[in-house]
């Protein structure tokens, strides 16, 4: 099996022939990341049979993973669409101040939705928001669709009680009120360094907005939507949900250990969660006869329809970063950058090189703590400061960068219907300036508190 320097040109070896592959179009991304995970595979020198076996549970594992939870997200979404909820909520949205700024305000939602929930499952949730969104205000779905994943992604991989950053602060004995409070301030910063690429670094890219859709406004009969308070319960009944399931895993067990604990566990679940949602989408199905399509089982039917294509894409993404994975491609990188102290920049570094071939926000979040614990006193990060801050550090390297391998790419792709190039070039650029930017907002608290 190659080693060392080997695995890292295989990588950009890789990542180059998807660049190029995306940009012609002529095979479809499903197809081109198995090719991909099987040649990386087979390059790097695992046995053939090995390889079938990585690829198959990396495959597997994405689905088990978020399978659910993408088709239950899909199936909102076409009850929100199809009821006219959506119509609804967007109107609401745009009441309070949305029409002038849809980014900022896409912005500010992703980035308080996040603090509990999965960004995944809450860009699932949120996305058909967006879209109409964009036709309503004329925006362009790119630089909401940025707006919005950077906004989740800043507070999702920062700030505790999301698993990541509060498994990091477990490891590094750091103290969950103080990365709580300074992980709130560097999240904003990360997720306004989102917004600003999204307004102004975007428009490299696309075009800008087409102007709002003629008649998005008053189209349908409003008489016929169903009230505020129904269209509201399918988002937040799994974002609470979810969010209790946090709350009810800090540090200290509020909730204990009974069995009302048990019960938030069970349903704070992404997959349950959401189901729950879909089960609330019953109450938006038209009491009349309606027209064709506005039933239940249409919408579940239609809802399978577009999650299919996402759970095979997000899958074969899964796949391939499993490969990277066993390659031990990210463990190599830290082993040899671990002798380069640097302070408070190491873990950076470290979680960086993890995420970036790994794919994992998570897994670079765990691993790079269990790398950097026993060296924190030589880092000058011992005590309680220096511990919240090397849990922040790390949480900015897992931000840089999010792309082919990560899952959450994925998702965002296909549940915005932007092309996997564009997103390549707008979301995965946006994570590459909110890690710089995270980190340098941890290094200035470290002339602060250190």
Not at 191 to 218: D, K, L, M, N
Not at 247 to 268: E, Q, R, S
Not at 301 to 326: D, R
Not at 390 to 417: K, R
Request: glycine share 14%; aromatic share 8%; with cysteine.
């Amino acid at each position: 099996m190659i080693q060392g320097l080997g695995l890292c040109l295989i990588f950009f070896a890789v990542m180059g022939f998807l660049l190029v592959s995306l940009r012609r179009g002529k095979i479809p991304p499903f197809l081109l990341l198995l090719l991909a995970a099987f040649g990386a595979g087979l390059a790097a020198g695992i046995n053939p049979a090995e390889v079938s076996r990585i690829v198959a549970r990396g495959f597997g594992g994405t689905v088990e993973k978020i399978g659910i939870v993408i088709v239950a997200g899909a199936i909102i979404g076409i009850a929100l669409e199809r009821s006219g909820a959506a119509r609804v909520l967007v109107a609401g949205l745009l009441k309070t101040g949305g029409a002038k700024r849809p980014a900022l305000t896409l912005s500010i939602l992703g980035y308080l939705v996040a603090v509990p929930v999965f960004c995944d499952a809450a860009f699932i949730i949120i996305a058909p928001l967006a879209k109409l969104m964009a036709k309503r205000t004329g925006a362009s779905p790119a630089v909401l669709t940025t707006a919005l994943a950077t906004g989740l992604y800043a507070t999702y991989v920062l700030v505790p009680p999301t698993p990541g950053p509060l498994a990091a602060a477990q490891v590094l004995g750091a103290d969950f009120g103080t990365v709580l409070g300074l992980g709130l301030v560097v999240a904003l910063g990360a997720a306004a360094a989102g917004y600003f690429w999204a307004i102004h670094g975007v428009s490299r890219f696309v075009p800008g907005g087409a102007g709002p859709v003629a008649g998005a406004e008053t189209a349908g009969d409003d008489s016929s939507l169903p009230a505020v308070r129904y269209c509201v319960v399918p988002l937040l009944i799994p974002l609470l949900l979810i969010a209790f399931k946090a709350a009810a895993n800090c540090p200290g067990a509020p909730l204990g250990g009974g069995t009302v604990k048990l019960l938030i566990d069970f349903a704070g679940e992404p997959m349950v969660a959401l189901l729950l949602g879909v089960a609330a989408c019953f109450r938006l199905v038209p009491k009349g006869p309606g027209e064709s399509g506005d039933s239940l089982p249409d919408w579940v039917n239609l809802g399978l329809k577009e999650a299919a294509p996402v759970v095979l894409v997000t899958a074969a993404g899964g796949a391939l970063g499993g490969m990277f994975t066993a390659a031990g491609i990210g463990n190599y990188l830290g082993a040899v950058l671990w002798p380069c102290k640097a302070g408070i920049f190491l873990p950076f570094i470290v979680a960086a090189v993890l995420k970036t071939f790994q794919g994992s926000s998570l897994a670079a979040l765990v691993t790079a703590s269990t790398l950097v614990f026993p060296s924190l006193g030589a880092l000058g990060l011992a005590g309680p400061a220096g511990a919240a801050l090397a849990t922040l550090a790390i949480g900015a390297g897992a931000l840089l960068v999010s792309h082919v391998n990560d899952t959450y790419f994925w998702i965002v792709a296909q549940f915005s219907g932007l092309e996997a190039e564009l997103v390549w070039k707008t979301l995965t650029t946006a994570t590459f300036v909110m890690g710089l930017t995270a980190m340098f907002l941890v290094w200035l608290l470290t002339l602060i508190l250190l």
